[in-house]
């Protein structure tokens, strides 16, 4: 089958082990005029040593500027049709590289990227109230089974992402997130990619200029589905494009750095390019949360906080991109 030629980018930071595991995926779904690109944040452990051993080109930044920025220095100077990112703790299964391109191979101008199926790491099942646990919309709780019962058949997959959707308030999500694999229903179209396993037409990515890189981490790809929509393209989800993701496996989903930047980047992103109605929804229940957790401490309130500064830059922004917001 032909398909689109593809540069896939991993980003590293002082977790060699699991983007050695993810490169190792990918390699034998290379094709002539592909390209694996590893970019090493700045880890400072020996990582880019490590990895550059292991026979992987190796990009290295002079300091962690982030997810977005690391991405951007791996599709520096981008000469194949697509690019495709993939988080470094997921495993993409056989297929992934060709099923995921093969729609952009132009003959549908306006889609301008696709979204993976990306499924938990793992069997699951449903959790007690005192265990640990993912938490569903619904509020149905998950608990991952161990890996003997794991092997035995015991539990379920678990559906990661679908690709990015956005909710009443703003806030960037996976579509499908918890939906045992099983039960899932997912319409090809899509409101956006999730990042974590997604490509994009390098001309499209090119015009866009590529992911924002104030963000640091967290919702830049919902700030990229803002735009790809904003210019006219469509996404569509690629259920044969399958990864296996360690949810949060590299930065922790329960962090206070986690809280803090996501609390900012929904607000941020959301001032910037959603409905007026929505964004100022969005803006209210963040502040709500944070004079609940208490306006001098913890993530929510520095997030909250720091968004807040954010706020003028964001609708100079927005009035540069939508001068006229007619929509809203």
């Known amino acids: 089958m032909s398909r689109p030629t593809a540069r896939v980018v991993l980003v590293n930071w002082r977790r060699a082990d699991l983007t050695l595991r993810a490169a190792e995926s990918v390699l034998p779904q290379l094709r002539d005029g592909d390209r694996l690109v590893v970019v090493d944040n700045a880890s400072g452990d020996g990582s880019a040593g490590v990895l550059r051993q292991a026979g992987l080109e190796v990009v290295e930044t002079a300091e962690n500027l982030g997810f977005g920025a690391g991405a951007n220095a791996g599709a520096a100077g981008l000469s194949e049709d697509v690019l495709v990112l993939l988080n470094n703790d997921a495993v993409a299964e056989d297929g992934f590289l060709d099923a995921l391109t093969g729609p952009l191979d132009g003959s549908r101008p306006r889609l301008g990227a696709t979204t993976a199926l990306m499924l938990l790491a793992g069997r699951w099942r449903p959790a007690s109230a005192q265990e640990k646990a993912l938490t569903r919309a619904d509020g149905t709780r998950w608990a991952r089974v161990g890996q003997d019962a ?9 559906v990661n992402s679908t690709g990015n ?30 990042g974590g396993a997604c490509a ?8 866009l200029g590529g992911l924002r890189e104030d963000l640091f981490m967290y919702y830049e790809d919902t700030d990229l589905s803002w735009r790809l929509r904003e210019a006219g393209y469509q996404v569509v989800f690629v259920r044969g494009a399958v990864v296996r993701h360690e949810h949060a496996a590299s930065s922790g989903a329960g962090s206070d750095m986690f809280v803090r930047v996501n609390t900012r980047n ?61 929509e809203d």
Request: charged share 25%.
């Open 266 to 326: 929904r607000v941020l992103v959301a001032v910037e390019h959603a409905p007026a109605h929505v964004a100022l929804i969005g803006l209210c229940r963040t502040v709500a949360r944070a004079v609940r957790s208490g306006l001098r401490g913890g993530p929510v309130a520095s997030g909250a906080a720091e968004a807040l500064r954010g706020v003028p830059a964001a609708l100079a922004l927005r009035a540069r991109r939508r001068p006229a917001c007619s």
């Open 150 to 158: 794991a092997a035995a058949g015991e539990g379920v997959v678990l």
């Open 165 to 194: 959707v956005v909710d009443g308030s703003g806030n960037g999500q996976d579509r499908d997130w918890l939906t045992p694999l099983d039960e899932l229903d997912a319409p090809e179209e899509v409101f956006g990619v999730c």
């Open 200 to 207: 994009v037409r390098a001309e499209v990515w090119r015009r």
